[in-house]
């Protein structure tokens, strides 16, 4: 792998930077994170991990899209961010590129409501950024602390109230192409209450042909203490989104003609999704239950779905789903051996069934009769344990184990093209063992290995022979993941974040269409593949007013051991995936609320498909944003802002469809975009 030479410059004139974008007033040393079950310092978590505080996220953003608040983030790479309807695509040290639509290979925490459901899929479009305070994200496999499809963590967390002011706020953002967005926001506590209740309105016509939006979206969180350390937590979340329209894919021919136009069949077809979801949730938590502390969580999530795919045949998908799981656990801190040690084991329990049917579309547009109904039900049982154990002051050893049983099972009833029912069990054992080194108050070093597993989601086990329901032939992909890390903060004002990682992955899944399936995408285990690279990021506060952040990624992700239809793959790129990246931040805040801050980004090129033959190019995309604030006395009042996304109105492509058939491998992303709002609070 070659180093680009701007990259090398930058190496050598910067230790390795931040992955962490602070609070006001709070440093790095001081941050406690979650999302590895075990509560603990960051500077004594043995694994990469970023956290992203509530600043980075709200300040002058739209509050659209994750990319908004991960950019700064190494080691993910976010794609899709104008289409609606398919959703963002987030690759995390290349789990999760393989995903055509939505997200896979990568566990997705809401509040502790795990939104990854047990076949291994997610979706982003609940998250309500409005609120959300605070993002974790694990930069490397977690199967023993989440069990399947955990090749990376994001882990979002809201508002509850406890930590806001009693008051309201509501925003007004508009835009480019019709953007427009509208929200509210109430916090607010009273004894032993406390809660926060957000909505929001969205209506968006899109860069390109056939991209119109519809969504609202509303949240909440009321918290009970109950007293002697014990609350209770319950949690709603509701989307409507009646409308998101697929602009779909384009060839480069299209692409050069056209790059607003809408692909093949999409606006004849009116493609795009339609969405009602409804998320529940309820949490206990007792700090004083016996000599440890106790948290149960249950959660219920009902979703209706309906799209239409860009391709005539059976291409009007329908599902009702219904998503229910419990988990538990206990954690407890006590002495072993005469050393200090901490320790959480439970057990969780979750099932998702989705009552889907298909349907045919001529080619004339018209809906014609059912092709597919079925029940899927995937059922996944976990039970876990990690533990710390602190040999001396400085030195801590975490080990962990995990066990997990996952089942896939189709009810076919749809009697005319024979029974398509089938099932399919997996046993997997995962494990972690890690090493954190605070040499230095301020300092750490650390080392870990673990293993994650994966295995398809029902899209992903379609038999491309059209019979026998589940393909036999598909197997889950398994992953050894090395790493070492430093990470500390100078008393210069510099805090700085470095991590080597190698990760070795056994029958990679990946994505591909047949010729004369459209946009049908099947998946097949591609043999091995390894991913090593380094990340880096640091920060720099140069006075009260200055900060610089930058992150980088330099990786290789290649295939080691992969033949298919006769060819032979071995040594080449996994597709969709740059290996350098290259992400810059600059803030200024001045008094009384008034900030700007402008982002550079460097995304490295990529290939398109296994055989390496379809380019894509590297490409710089700035950003610009910055906004002030009206006080009454020490009342905030109103805050303006506004954004210029795309400063240099570069070509560059949002997505790009790995494997296509047809050649339709791109979806053009807009050119130079801006927006600007007015938030009042009173």
Do not use: C
């Given at each position: ?97 393989r995903a055509p639509f939505g997200v896979r290979g990568i566990t997705v925490m809401v509040d502790g409501i795990p939104y990854t459901l047990p076949d291994g899929q997610a979706q982003l479009d609940a998250i309500d950024l409005d609120t959300a305070e605070r993002i974790e994200v694990i930069r490397g496999p977690a199967s023993v602390l989440y069990g399947n499809a955990a090749g990376g963590v994001i882990s979002v967390t809201t508002a509850d109230g406890r930590r806001q002011a009693d008051q309201t706020s509501i925003r007004v953002t508009g835009g480019s192409n019709d953007f427009g967005k509208f929200s509210i926001n109430n916090n607010g506590s009273n004894g032993p ?490």
């Amino acid at each position: 792998m070659q180093t680009p030479k701007y990259i090398s410059l930058f190496l050598s004139g910067l230790i390795a930077p931040s992955i962490t974008t602070t609070a006001h007033g709070q440093t790095p040393a001081d941050i406690v994170v979650t999302s590895p079950v075990i509560e603990r310092a960051l500077y004594e978590t043995p694994a990469a991990m970023s956290v992203i505080q509530q600043p980075a996220i709200h300040e002058g953003q739209p509050r659209l899209k994750l990319d908004e608040s991960l950019s700064q983030v190494p080691g993910i790479f976010l794609q899709n961010q104008e289409n609606f309807a398919q959703g963002e695509r987030i690759a995390i040290r290349g789990f999760g590129a393989r995903a055509p639509f939505g997200v896979r290979g990568i566990t997705v925490m809401v509040d502790g409501i795990p939104y990854t459901l047990p076949d291994g899929q997610a979706q982003l479009d609940a998250i309500d950024l409005d609120t959300a305070e605070r993002i974790e994200v694990i930069r490397g496999p977690a199967s023993v602390l989440y069990g399947n499809a955990a090749g990376g963590v994001i882990s979002v967390t809201t508002a509850d109230g406890r930590r806001q002011a009693d008051q309201t706020s509501i925003r007004v953002t508009g835009g480019s192409n019709d953007f427009g967005k509208f929200s509210i926001n109430n916090n607010g506590s009273n004894g032993p209450w406390s809660h926060n209740i957000s909505a929001s309105a969205l209506s968006y016509e899109g860069y390109r042909d056939q991209a119109k939006v519809e969504k609202y979206l509303f949240n909440t969180k009321l918290r009970r203490e109950l007293g002697n350390d014990r609350s209770v937590t319950a949690i709603i979340n509701l989307l409507q989104n009646p409308r998101s329209e697929d602009p779909g894919a384009l060839t480069a021919e299209q692409v050069k003609a056209d790059r607003s136009q809408a692909g093949k069949f999409t606006e004849k077809f009116d493609t795009g999704q339609t969405v009602d979801q409804q998320v529940l949730g309820l949490q206990y938590r007792d700090l004083s239950a016996g000599p440890g502390e106790l948290r149960v969580k249950a959660f219920y999530m009902r979703r209706n779905f309906e799209q239409q795919l860009p391709y005539p045949g059976d291409s009007r998908i329908d599902y009702d789903r219904d998503y229910f799981g419990a988990r538990t656990d206990y954690r407890q801190s006590l002495e072993l051996a005469g050393f200090p040690f901490r320790y959480v084991a439970g057990v969780e329990a979750r099932q998702q069934r989705d009552d889907r049917i298909r349907r045919e579309m001529s080619f004339g547009g018209n809906l014609q009769d059912l092709t597919a109904d079925e029940l899927q039900t995937a059922t996944a049982l976990g039970a876990f344990a990690q533990g710390d154990l602190n040999l001396t002051n400085q030195l801590m050893l975490s080990v962990g184990g995990r066990l997990d049983r996952i089942r896939l099972k189709v009810n076919d009833d749809f009697a005319s093209d024979g029974n398509q029912s089938g099932n399919r069990t997996f046993r997997e054992w995962s494990g972690s063992a890690g090493l954190s080194y605070r040499y230095l108050d301020s300092h750490q070093a650390y080392a870990n290995i673990s293993t994650a597993f994966e295995t398809p989601t029902f899209s992903e086990f379609a038999n491309p022979t059209g019979v026998g329901g589940l393909n036999p032939e598909t197997e889950p992909q398994k992953s050894l993941n090395q790493e070492l890390g430093l990470r500390g903060q100078l008393n210069s004002g510099i805090d700085y974040d470095l991590s080597l990682f190698w990760v070795d992955v056994r029958d990679e899944l990946i994505p591909y269409e047949l010729t004369g399936s459209d946009d049908r995408t099947f998946y097949r285990n591609a043999g091995d593949t390894t991913r090593k690279g380094l990340e880096a990021s640091a920060g720099w506060l140069l006075t009260p007013s200055w900060r610089i952040d930058s992150a980088l990624t330099l990786a290789r992700y290649k295939f080691d051991n992969y033949r298919s239809a006769g060819n032979r793959y071995d040594g080449n790129r996994l597709p969709g995936l740059p290996e350098q990246t290259w992400s810059n931040r600059l803030q200024w805040h001045g008094l009384g609320g008034t900030f700007a801050t402008l982002e550079a980004r460097y995304i490295g090129d990529m290939v398109a498909d296994d055989a390496n033959e379809v380019k894509v190019d590297d490409y710089w995309l700035v950003n610009l944003r910055a906004g002030d604030a009206l006080y009454a006395g020490r009342n905030l009042l109103l805050k303006g802002f506004l954004g210029v996304r795309n400063l240099g109105d570069k070509d560059y492509f949002a997505n790009v469809r790995i494997n296509a058939s047809n050649d339709r491998y791109f979806e053009p992303a807009s050119g130079r975009t801006w927006y600007a709002g007015l938030e009042f609070t009173f």
